[in-house]
């Protein structure tokens, strides 16, 4: 019975934090998408990440950090407390969320690989003979079949695949642009951050996350836009990829499944007028654009996370007699 009732009000814990955080955090959605414009893209970008997965991120923290060290503190082994209807109901809707997010992973992790083997099995690598390979540390793929597709999937072990009719229509000096914006997904990790948006989708009737989600594409978009620039790559080559990359017609060949950045995200189609717009400003005023590499924010977030580490120990103790009271009366 200390098992089952300990893993009875983790679940139910989890959901209640969990749909009570995603419902306070619609404001929050709100604001960050109503700033995007004011806000720099990465910037812009890994708030409203952050707020996404803001709820899941409480919910395992109050969970993990204090629901389940008080019960094992202060409930006895031999326990005969039974479980309530009520408390019944919350670990099962807890336990179908955990059941929805690892169905969704497993089924986005499917389809991610399938559209590499399928990729794989009308691809060959790209033999670069005009363009430079630096800073080019994934492989890159030429797809046989014409289509529109330049994009990079996977997650662990990331591939770019470029259809042949773009490598055909883009210059040299565009084609690396290009691939410069898609080795900006990789560094930002954006295949991962992409799975875990979808694995946390709320339901339906929050629309306001769905919007989030495409105000977040936008964003990150725009963020690799500006990286590609600050590694070499020049406005005017880019715009000029974009431009005749969305003009090519043709089958999509990735499922929208999979866990992949395009140049051109099908999802997003009004983010060219946009991400155009942007590198016509850089090119009338390209310092403004660059923003400072992101190395020199890493040393900052390592004393906040040690500051909450800290401050987590020196709390925890004082913390949970009062996490057991309230065990208590979602027991009873």
Request: overall charge neutral; proline content about 6%.
């Amino acid at each position: 019975m200390f098992y089952a009732l300990a893993v009875t009000l983790c679940l139910a814990t989890l959901f209640l934090v969990f749909a009570t955080a995603s419902l306070l955090c619609v404001p929050a959605v709100k604001l960050v998408r109503s700033r995007t414009a004011s806000l720099s893209p990465a910037l812009a970008a890994n708030l409203l990440f952050a707020v996404r997965l803001l709820p899941l991120g409480l919910a395992s923290l109050v969970t993990i950090g204090f629901v389940l060290p008080a019960f094992v503190a202060f409930e006895p082994d031999s326990t005969s407390e039974g479980l309530s209807s009520r408390l019944a109901v919350l670990a099962i809707a807890g336990g179908l969320v955990i059941l929805a997010m690892a169905a969704r992973g497993v089924r986005i992790l499917y389809a991610t690989g399938e559209t590499r083997r399928q990729l794989e099995s009308q691809s060959e690598p790209l033999v670069f003979e005009d363009i430079s390979t630096e800073g080019i540390s994934v492989p890159v793929y030429q797809v046989k079949s014409r289509s529109s597709l330049l994009a990079v999937t996977g997650i662990l072990k990331p591939q770019i695949y470029i259809a042949r009719e773009i490598v055909e229509r883009l210059s040299p000096e565009e084609l690396s642009a290009a691939l410069a914006h898609e080795m900006a997904h990789v560094s930002s990790f954006d295949n991962l951050k992409l799975l875990l948006l979808r694995i946390t989708r709320p339901p339906a009737f929050l629309k306001m996350f769905a919007l989030a989600d495409a105000a977040w594409t936008g964003a990150s978009e725009v963020a690799a836009d500006q990286a590609a620039l600050t590694s070499g790559a020049t406005a005017l080559d880019l715009s000029s990829a974009l431009v005749k990359v969305g003009r090519i017609k043709g089958p999509a060949i990735l499922m929208n499944a999979a866990a992949a950045s395009h140049l051109l995200p099908p999802s997003c189609s009004t983010s060219l007028e946009v991400r155009v717009q942007r590198l016509q400003e850089a090119l009338e005023n390209e310092p403004s654009f660059v923003e400072p590499s992101r190395k020199s924010k890493l040393p900052g977030v390592l004393p906040l996370a040690g500051l909450v580490i800290l401050a987590y120990v020196l709390s925890i103790q004082a913390i949970l007699p009062a996490v057991h009271e309230v065990l208590e009366v979602l027991v009873r």
